[in-house]
């Protein structure tokens, strides 16, 4: 089976044109824009854009629009439900497999916790990706934060880490950073018995929610309420919602994949236009692989 195409590196011009196609896409697919209407929208030729749209997302404009309605995402939480219901990891048997990236989280004990890093080295960079700019920091037991950086702006990325890691040595160094931007965009590179290491700072209730979401499927999206049912704290709903928006760890911590029961996306910490952009191009890329497979 061919893995998504994707590019091997991606600017934020880029980004900026395909999230206000699917944007476009989204407010007005009961009306099935054409390509020239879609191209006209982002300031491109109809070539050009087609080009630059298959590039990203694996698959055309036009089969793209199939993804983008809301009985999309309602049919998603409801398969997803009941595989988490059923504790069954769906990667295992079907293609999205290939998507998946084996991810393990490490959560810093509670005195790690009050001592805000001290004796942690932390190396950072600034990377593009398929979803826009972002901040990727690392240290020697795992990965700590990626944060997008048009919420945050890259002059000030070095603070905000200082803020949150008040005692740790912090180092710009985008070497040490390039593979893990890499593996945003092809989770395929990974080999069976390679994992991604994750070093969260967080409440014991919120690590209980991270790693919750570390079990929806790529391609897959599921609730607040399912999430609060895996933990067990099933009226625990708006508490698991704050949880989510505190993720420290953009797209390797699947938060994107949580949306409201109705299908309607909700919100995002990194924009509901990103989440949006996320959300199509994993199921863009996890239908383009079973329709291969078939």
């Known amino acids: 089976m061919n893995s998504p195409t994707n590019p091997t590196s991606h600017n934020s011009e880029d980004y900026e044109r395909i999230a206000q196609a699917i944007l476009f896409m989204r407010q007005n697919y009961l009306s099935q ?37 809301v009985e999309y995402a ?54 593009d ?24 702006d890259e002059q000030n990325a070095e603070k905000v880490l200082h803020l949150q890691w008040q005692k740790a040595k912090i180092i710009r160094d985008q070497q040490a950073t390039q593979n893990i931007s890499h593996q945003i965009s092809h989770p395929n590179a990974l080999s069976n018995n390679q994992s991604i290491t994750l070093l969260v700072k967080g409440t014991n209730f919120q690590v209980q929610v991270w790693r919750a979401l570390l079990k929806v499927p790529f391609g897959s999206m599921t609730t607040y309420q ?34 409201r029961e109705s299908g309607e996306l909700g919100g995002y910490r990194w924009g509901r236009e990103r989440k949006t952009v996320i959300l199509d191009w994993e199921a863009s890329n996890l239908m383009r692989d079973v329709e291969t497979a078939v």
């Open 33 to 69: 824009p054409d390509l020239a209407t879609i191209a006209e929208h982002v300031h491109l030729s109809e070539y050009h854009f087609q080009r630059l749209f298959t590039k990203w997302a694996g698959i055309s404009p036009k089969r793209f629009l199939q993804y983008l309605t």
């Open 74 to 127: 309602k049919s998603k939480i409801t398969q997803t439900k009941s595989l988490l219901d059923l504790s069954i990891d769906v990667g295992l048997s079907s293609p999205g497999r290939l998507h998946d990236l084996f991810v393990k989280v490490e959560a810093m004990s509670p005195g790690e916790f009050k001592t805000q890093g001290v004796g942690l080295e932390i190396r950072y960079g600034i990377h």
């Open 129 to 152: 990706t398929p979803f826009g700019k972002s901040l990727i920091a690392t240290t020697p037991r795992g990965i700590c934060n990626l944060y997008f950086l048009d919420v945050i």
């Open 226 to 259: 399912n999430v609060a049912n895996i933990i067990g704290r099933p009226t625990a709903v708006r508490a698991v919602g704050n949880a989510v928006g505190k993720n420290p760890v953009a797209y390797f911590i699947p938060c994107h994949r949580v949306i």
